[in-house]
């Protein structure tokens, strides 16, 4: 729950100021594949029985959170809708190839779960669209920081279409807290007289008072 709800603080800025600013969409597109998949596959229909409810559960509310802050993008920009279609079409082939044309839990699980599985990877890979960004301008600003350990449940119930996206998305993760670390004190030092990095885009210059009355300053005695 943590892992979908922590773009929240994102969001909150992006509605401040009406603005998504260099955010990128793409990572939330991809986590509303993984929820969706996921969902389906904790579901009767996949699964057997209620054997993964909280998979269901958890990912069922990712659904909702990842749809709102997917909202607020093609309210601000209309292309965003044509990045979130195609991964709604590929989610309801898969929903219904795995319900019509599969006839067993274990097949489904298998199939679901190996779609689940790239869509995960791509979930836990997709904040690294922006490391160029990061690198470049120094700044993690504008990079989205979240890291979850879904591997352990996945361990526990020996499911590994649950624990496999993590062996990956653990060093995504690492990768993603040595950026963090290594440019998070450039976003917190603090700004030069002569920094030109206002909200309101004005330039502050000092000047000294011998520059405004053209006398060069006395020697002290």
């Keep these: 729950m943590l892992l979908y709800a922590a773009p929240l603080l994102t969001f909150r800025r992006v509605v401040r100021k009406g603005n998504v600013e260099e955010f990128s969409c793409v990572p939330y597109i991809l986590a509303l594949f993984n929820c969706l998949l996921y969902t389906w596959y904790g579901l009767p229909v996949v699964s057997s029985g209620w054997e993964n409810f909280p998979v269901s559960t958890i990912n069922g509310l990712g659904i909702v959170l990842e749809i709102t802050f997917i909202?607020?993008?093609i309210w601000r920009y209309r292309f965003a809708l044509?990045?979130?279609?195609?991964?709604?079409?590929?989610?309801?082939?898969?929903?219904?190839?795995?319900?019509?044309l599969i006839h067993t839990?274990?097949?489904?699980?298998?199939?679901?779960?190996?779609?689940?599985?790239?869509?995960s990877i791509?979930?836990?890979?997709?904040?690294?669209?922006?490391?160029?960004?990061?690198?470049?301008?120094?700044?993690?600003?504008?990079?989205?920081?979240?890291?979850?350990?879904?591997?352990v449940y996945g361990l526990l119930g020996k499911d590994l279409f649950l624990a496999s996206p993590n062996f990956v998305g653990c060093p995504m993760g690492i990768l993603?807290?040595?950026?963090?670390?290594?440019?998070?004190?450039?976003?917190?030092?603090?700004?030069?007289?002569?920094?030109?990095?206002?909200?309101n885009g004005l330039k502050v210059v000092t000047v000294h008072p011998q520059e405004i009355?053209?006398?060069?300053?006395?020697?002290?005695?």
Excluded: N
């Excluded at 989610?91 to 019509?100: E, I, K, L, Q, Y």
């Design 82 to 100: 044509q990045l979130v279609l195609p991964v709604l079409t590929f989610f309801g082939v898969t929903a219904c190839f795995s319900s019509f």
């Design 176 to 199: 993603q807290l040595v950026l963090y670390c290594m440019y998070r004190r450039s976003d917190e030092a603090p700004g030069k007289p002569h920094d030109i990095e206002q909200e």
């Design 213 to 221: 009355t053209g006398r060069k300053p006395e020697a002290q005695k």
């Design 122 to 151: 791509s979930m836990y890979s997709s904040p690294m669209v922006a490391a160029k960004q990061v690198i470049t301008t120094k700044s993690v600003e504008f990079m989205p920081f979240y890291l979850a350990l879904w591997m």
């Design 71 to 73: 909202s607020i993008y």
């Design 105 to 119: 839990h274990h097949m489904r699980k298998v199939v679901v779960g190996s779609v689940g599985l790239v869509a």
